[in-house]
């Protein structure tokens, strides 16, 4: 007996030491943007610049944003205990050139960053049963 504890006690201390380092990932362009202003580089994802502390982005980024909240809202709202709803730390800007675009506060960019890495991770959408208990509470 005390020498299967002993291999256990070895083996959860060899496991328990190991490190697994991920692959860099080496990437030389952001995404393309269609809907980026011809005064801009297209290859921004949708994220143009910085204004201040908030974050100047396309419509389509806007719209990726939303369409990220729909999916993962009430999974956000588990978890982070921050309630999104549409459009949530964003307002409509108008650039020098008269484009409309839109400005992300940093708080909101770093909600939109979590979203995006559970939609790369394909963590599982809110499902119709979380929607449905939701709808009742609210």
Not at 94 to 118: M, P, Q, R, T
């Amino acid at each position: 007996m005390k020498k299967l504890a002993s291999i256990l006690a070895l083996n959860f201390l060899f496991i328990g030491c190991a490190t697994v380092t991920p692959n860099k990932i080496q990437d030389d362009k952001s995404s393309y943007d269609a809907t980026t202003p011809k005064q801009y580089d297209k290859d921004n994802g949708g994220l143009i610049s910085f204004v201040g502390d908030d974050a100047l982005i396309t419509r389509q980024a806007r719209e990726r944003y939303n369409n990220l909240i729909k999916m993962y809202r009430i999974k956000f709202k588990k978890e982070k205990a921050i309630d999104l709803n549409e459009d949530s730390g964003i307002k409509p800007y108008k650039d020098n050139f008269a484009n409309e675009l839109y400005l992300i506060d940093s708080e909101h960019l770093v909600y939109f960053g979590v979203l995006n890495s559970w939609l790369k991770e394909k963590v599982a959408q809110d499902n119709i049963i979380d929607k449905t208990i939701d709808k009742i509470n609210n």
